[in-house]
T-cell receptor
Framework: GAGVSQSPSNKVTEKGKDVELRCDPI?????LYWYRQRLGQGLEFLIY????????KSGLPSDRFSAERTGESVSTLTIQRTQQEDSAVYLC??????????????FGAGSRLTVL | AQRVTQPEKLLSVFKGAPVELKCNYS??????LFWYVQYSRQRLQLLLR??SRESIKGFTADLNKGETSFHLKKPFAQEEDSAMYYC????????????FGQGTTLQVKP
């Protein structure tokens, strides 16, 4: 597609349930990022995939959070046993390559998660 | 550790007034700095990057390594500049993640 596509755009779930958020990056973009944006707060880095390299998971807040990416395509962010503090907009971004000075992130519209 | 600080959560100015959105960073090496913007009901998008040394929509930003700052400036604010602005850093020494600041909401009043 023309841009980064995220689904669902809106998700309301009950505390304790698992959720999966999906990101379709721009075709050909080797780097993919997940960020979290809580209400009134900045962008919090979660995880970064670059080609076939091991992902940088340093931003994942707990072991309830995990993410996968198949090759250079779709990524799924999974949150297990959701808590109310997980409520946020989850943003995905992709870029054409990971080389310094070469890439600019293109963001998706985000998935708004509300945990009741 | 790399860190980006935007000290102002909200900046409110009148149309035509100068604007300066502050950004300070913490990184010992050579960074790559960016400003991203999110207008109401739109996606986060790149505004400008320091290596391009360009002016976008009248905005400029100069990297000051001595003060570790990358403030965003515009001489005459317009109402359409109202948005959320994020400063971001990537260390040039690696291909890793982009670190964002907390963001500053710019409100330009008529």
């Amino acid at each position: 597609g023309a841009g980064v596509s995220q689904s669902p755009s809106n998700k309301v779930t009950e505390k304790g349930k698992d959720v999966e958020l999906r990101c379709d990056p721009i075709s050909g973009h080797t780097a993919l990022y997940w960020y979290r944006q809580r209400l009134g707060q900045g962008l919090e880095f979660l995880i970064y995939f670059q080609g076939n390299s091991a992902p940088d998971k340093s931003g994942l807040p707990s072991d309830r959070f995990s993410a996968e990416r198949t090759g250079e395509s779709v990524s799924t962010l999974t949150i297990q046993r959701t808590q109310q503090e997980d409520s946020a907009v989850y943003l995905c971004a992709s870029s054409p390559m990971g080389l310094a000075g070469a890439n600019v992130l293109t963001f998706g519209a985000g998935s708004r998660l509300t945990v009741l | 550790a790399q860190r980006v600080t935007q000290p102002e959560k909200l900046l409110s100015v009148f149309k035509g007034a100068p604007v300066e959105l502050k950004c300070n960073y913490s990184y010992s090496g050579s960074p790559e700095l960016f400003w991203y913007v999110q207008y109401s009901r739109q996606r986060l998008q790149l505004l400008l990057r320091h290596i391009s040394r360009e002016s976008i929509k009248g905005f400029t930003a100069d990297l000051n390594k001595g003060e570790t700052s990358f403030h965003l400036k515009k001489p005459f604010a317009q109402e359409e500049d109202s948005a959320m602005y994020y400063c971001a850093l990537r260390p040039l020494s690696n291909t890793g993640k982009l670190i964002f600041g907390q963001g500053t909401t710019l409100q330009v009043k008529p």
